[in-house]
């Protein structure tokens, strides 16, 4: 049944019944984040992972250690789940425990980074939310893994390199579970809207950009027939998609769990050249 209907009707009909209607839909995502995903050369980076509302005050969510995390080079996997860390994360509104990762990138290529976070218990919507998140991190400009298909339980399958998106360009995606395509997947998309501090693990307090309406904070769009998605990315800054419900796991605890596949990309902004003259 929960498939049948979309996870914010779900939880705006909880909302609706409880006595709080303020807030609108809270879109949760895991996020896997470093701040450039373009980088010259490898060595080591530090990788934060606070799950989150990050166009909304960036609550922090408390979650327990991550079941998965790992790395795919050149089609090579690379286990890095002894190398998570359990660290705080805070924001304007709270602190929560959250993870993090130093990880070595060694060579030019994609990096492609893939955490299973543990199911999450969402009391106000009475379901459990395992997210499945992709960030791909790019070194030297060789472009080798970003549009390989991991066959996950619940992945997003760019047809568009996340990490080399101009502001004002569109990024294409295709949800799949296991490999297959999933027609009119639901997907929640969010600005970063608080620049992570990544010295002191904490969301800045001042937002990057005013959203007109609480309609801005999550914007749901939906896949067409052969799951493929395609959105336009007005600013500069990371996005994130996140997939719902999409996974074959539909119960956890003897509750209903939510299966959702997340995907993190960076769109820069376009500069003009220092010696530039406008064309006439
Ligand atoms: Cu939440």
Do not use: C
Request: negative net charge; hydrophobic residues 40%; charged residues 20%.
């Amino acid at each position: 049944m929960f498939n049948k209907i979309s996870r914010s009707l779900a939880l705006a009909t909880v909302l609706l019944s409880s006595s709080f209607v303020s807030t609108p839909t809270l879109a949760h995502f895991q996020m896997v984040y470093t701040p450039d995903l373009v980088r010259d050369r490898g060595g080591l980076i530090n990788l934060k992972m606070p799950f989150t509302h990050p166009a909304d005050s960036g609550h922090v969510m408390t979650v327990e250690t991550p079941e998965q995390f790992y790395m795919i080079k050149k089609g090579k996997k690379t286990d890095l789940l002894a190398d998570v860390k359990p660290s705080k994360w805070s924001s304007a509104d709270n602190q929560g425990d959250s993870y993090e990762a130093d990880v070595k990138l060694r060579g030019l290529g994609d990096y492609v980074f893939v955490m299973q976070m543990a199911p999450y218990m969402e009391a106000s919507e009475d379901i459990y939310i395992q997210q499945i998140t992709k960030t791909i991190v790019n070194v030297g400009g060789l472009p080798t893994d970003w549009n390989e298909e991991l066959g996950l339980a619940a992945e997003i399958v760019p047809l568009t390199k996340p990490y080399a998106i101009f502001a004002g360009g569109t990024f294409t995606g295709v949800v799949k579970s296991h490999g297959k395509a999933v027609p009119f997947a639901e997907i929640e998309v969010e600005y970063v809207n608080y620049q992570p501090d990544m010295k002191n693990n904490r969301f800045s307090d001042q937002s990057n950009i005013d959203l007109p309406a609480d309609l801005f904070v999550t914007m749901t769009i939906f896949a067409d027939a052969n799951g493929t998605f395609t959105f336009g990315i007005p600013a500069a800054g990371h996005w994130g998609f996140a997939a719902l419900g999409v996974g074959a796991d539909t119960e956890y605890n003897g509750k209903e769990l939510s299966q959702d596949a997340v995907i993190w990309v960076q769109a820069h902004e376009v500069t003009p050249s220092q010696n530039s003259q406008p064309s006439k």
